[in-house]
């Protein structure tokens, strides 16, 4: 299995600050890499497709990098709905697999 | 918009059948452009793919629950089911449904249900 690893686990930060988590592939998996934001007793929502592609509807404050096994997802001027956790997950092979997730806590 | 909803029950006995179902409203399960799976996260945070199921009725399992799961369509409901035998504490989580979208080779989970609570305990 393709073991996913995300930091940090969890990050304190005030509403306009930039925010960059980041996620390792325990091998190669080109853009394979997908972003999604969870906020308790809601559905997760998906971010970000194939490492950089903003799913439709989603602010363009968030964004995202790779490939390979390097991957980050940025929030620029964090807003008091962000506050949420967040979490990686590869699509390049099954088991798909998803990072441990990080909350993002208000500062 | 296609919409997801869990149901099932909430609690089942250890070495009993979880049984779970997914209907989809605002589309075709029989869409082939789309597989439909199950996710669950456990009470300590962490999210695993459970499984997958294709509009053909081809199935993906996870190779870790692979012996005891289980997972069906109903065409004509528009719905899908998960059966995960023989469960145990650590088969307690939330779990929830998602339509899997794959285009160029990159899957992703878009929409997923709200989820529903399993707890397995005597």
């Known amino acids: 299995d393709i073991q996913m690893t995300q930091s940090p686990s969890s990050l304190s930060a005030s509403v306009g600050d930039r925010v960059t988590i980041t996620c390792r592939a325990s091998?190669?998996?080109?853009?394979?890499l997908n972003w999604y934001q969870h906020k308790p007793g809601k559905a997760p929502q998906l971010l970000i497709f194939a490492a950089s592609n903003l799913q439709t509807g989603v602010s363009s404050r968030f964004s995202g990098s790779g490939p390979g096994t390097e991957f980050t997802l940025t929030i620029n001027s964090l807003q008091p709905e962000d506050f949420a956790t967040y979490y990686c997950?590869?699509?390049?092979?099954?088991?798909?697999?998803f990072g441990q997730g990080t909350r993002v806590e208000s500062k | 918009q296609v919409l997801l909803q869990e149901s099932g029950p909430g609690l089942v006995k250890p070495s009993q059948t979880l049984s779970l179902t997914c209907s989809v409203s605002?589309?075709?399960?029989?869409?082939?452009?789309?597989?439909w799976t199950w996710i669950r996260r456990f009470p300590g945070k962490g999210l695993e793919w459970i499984g997958s199921i294709h509009n053909g009725g081809s199935t993906h399992y996870n190779p870790s629950l692979k012996n005891r799961l289980f997972i069906s369509q109903d065409t004509s409901e528009n719905l899908f089911s998960l059966n995960l035998s023989s469960v145990t504490v650590a088969d307690t989580a939330l779990y929830y449904c998602?339509?899997?979208?794959?285009?160029?080779?990159?899957?992703?989970?878009?929409?997923w249900g709200q989820g529903t609570l399993v707890t397995v305990s005597s």
């Open positions: 605002g589309g075709s399960i029989n869409s082939g452009a789309y597989y």
């Open positions: 997950q590869q699509g390049y092979s099954t088991p798909w697999t």
């Open positions: 998602a339509r899997v979208e794959a285009v160029a080779g990159v899957h992703w989970f878009d929409p």
């Open positions: 091998q190669n998996i080109g853009k394979y």
